[in-house]
């Protein structure tokens, strides 16, 4: 019996310590866009009823998409997609709505991650080129030419501040 109430309890602690589930995108009611007749309904009233929409047609200022979904975050991983509506409306030149269409989760097309890395030339050095780059580029005695690290300032002149005082004496 005590071992029953335990197992329960650990149980109800898995589900105590998931995450919510998180609403994301424009959230959308089946009786919003139902208000909606091609034909009738313009543009202003899909702001009004819908509000913004979450984005337009790349090449066609005329199409919106309105897109909504639930996600349950997952550690290590992306979040999971519990539930996705897509409302997309298009219009004619002049504002009218042409056509009215929902797409959900079925609908979607998985997309798959390529693991392709794509080559950057010039990148690939060998090992005699690793042992052999820096060769000339240090020379310990190229600060040694005066007292104050051999700098001759801008154009070659060695006055100015930092430079030992050379310049900046008063007369």
């Not at 335990?6 to 589900?15: D, E, F, P």
């Not at 409306?89 to 989760?105: K, M, Q």
């Not at 051999?150 to 030992?164: A, F």
């Amino acid at each position: 019996m005590l071992v029953l109430v335990g197992s329960a309890c650990l149980l109800s602690a898995c589900s105590f310590f998931q995450s919510p589930p998180m609403p994301r995108g424009s959230l959308i009611e089946a009786d919003d866009y139902t208000q909606l007749k091609p034909g009738v309904s313009n543009r202003a009233d899909a702001i009004d009823l819908l509000g913004s929409p979450t984005t337009k047609a790349t090449f066609d200022d005329n199409t919106w998409i309105y897109i909504s979904m639930m996600t349950i975050p997952e550690p290590a991983s992306f979040p999971r997609i519990t539930k996705q509506q897509v409302v997309v409306l298009n219009f004619d030149p002049a504002g009218t709505l042409r056509s009215l269409r929902t797409l959900d989760l079925k609908d979607a097309k998985k997309v798959g991650m390529v693991g392709a890395v794509t080559p950057t030339p010039g990148t690939k050095i060998n090992v005699m080129q690793q042992i052999l780059g820096n060769v000339g580029r240090y020379n310990p005695m190229s600060g040694m030419g005066s007292t104050f690290g051999g700098s001759t300032g801008p154009m070659g002149s060695n006055n100015g501040p930092g430079h030992g005082g050379t310049g900046n004496s008063l007369p």
